[in-house]
């Protein structure tokens, strides 16, 4: 299974929304991650069953879809958002792949 | 608050072998599978290994089925990989995630993971 993300990188400015986009190429129901990772820092987990926001995660983070298309929305991009951010699925075994990740970059 | 803490990592010669560990605290460790996660330097994230709750499963990926053994110490709330026949492929921080099911079964899902630890291979 491939999971391919887009765009690689994502131009926002703080406060703006910002959509990220995450594919399966085979159905994966909603077995499905977002990870954030900021410079130097470990991945943290976001987002799983593809629209279950983790414990302490705010509420500007979303995420939708379900079998190949998945997207996850920052409602309002705050200065602490700027990280790569990665999809992982857990439907199938091997687990992973992640994506390759989508940078949000500032504008 | 889960804590993950990983050490061992540092520069090995190719065809060596390291021992990585990862300390766990925070939540009863003996409860949760806990898996090895990659990342070379730039790149994205890697599965390596994982362990079950109970020890009794041991899964990896195929670079690595072989030559890396992943174990735990329950007493000690210790995570380990063991890494023998390195490579340059191997060059990467090392990550230890928490699986997000409680109890029997995997799910492949990561919810907690430490910081990680650098492992080199070079000569």
């Known amino acids: 299974i491939v999971m391919t993300q887009s765009p690689a990188t994502l131009s926002v400015s703080p406060g703006e929304r910002a959509t990220l986009s995450c594919r399966a190429s085979?159905?994966?129901?909603?077995?499905l991650a977002w990870y954030q990772q900021k410079p130097g820092q470990a991945p943290r987990l976001l987002i799983y069953s593809a629209s279950t926001r983790a414990t302490g995660i705010p509420a500007r983070f979303s995420g939708s879809g379900s079998g190949t298309k998945f997207t996850l929305t920052i409602s309002s991009l705050q200065p602490e958002d700027f990280a790569v951010y990665y999809c992982q699925q857990y439907n199938f075994w091997p687990p992973g792949p992640f994506g390759q990740g989508t940078k949000v970059e500032i504008k | 608050q889960v804590q993950l803490v990983e050490s061992g990592g540092g520069v090995v010669q190719p065809g060596r072998s390291l021992r990585l560990s990862c300390a766990a605290s925070?939540?009863?460790?003996?409860?949760?599978?806990v898996h090895w996660v990659r990342q070379a330097p730039g790149k994205g994230l890697e599965w390596v290994a994982v362990?079950?709750?109970?020890?009794?499963?041991?899964y990896y990926a195929d670079s690595v089925k072989g030559r890396f053994t992943i174990s735990r110490d329950d007493s000690r709330n210790t995570l380990y990989l063991q890494m023998h026949s390195l490579g340059a492929e191997d060059t990467a921080v090392y990550y230890c995630?928490?699986?997000?099911?409680?109890?029997?079964?995997?799910?492949?899902?990561?919810?907690?993971w430490g910081q990680g630890t650098l492992v080199t291979v070079s000569s």
């Open positions: 925070g939540f009863p460790f003996s409860t949760h599978g």
């Open positions: 362990i079950s709750s109970d020890g009794n499963k041991k």
């Open positions: 085979q159905g994966i129901t909603t077995n």
């Open positions: 995630a928490r699986d997000g099911r409680a109890g029997p079964g995997l799910l492949y899902l990561f919810d907690y």
